[in-house]
């Protein structure tokens, strides 16, 4: 079973998350998936291999609609 988008968040450096989320109001919208892809690439570099979530967490978080892709504005 795939870890869940917030169990896994929950492991993110304080740090990071603040530098990843900036003015985004992650109670009003979710997550961007270009926004987390910053959090791998931050473990990428410097070799936080391990923290790295799974194909298959990262699929199952789209598909159960964890984060999103993109984010369509209502006009």
Known sequence: ??????????????????KVKGNDDWNSYKPLLNEINYVFMAFNTSGKHSMMPSHDDLSSWIKNGEIDVVRMMKK
């Not at 079973?1 to 603040?18: R, T």
């Open 1 to 18: 079973m795939a870890k869940s988008f917030k169990d896994w968040w929950a492991s993110v450096p304080e740090d990071l998350k603040k």
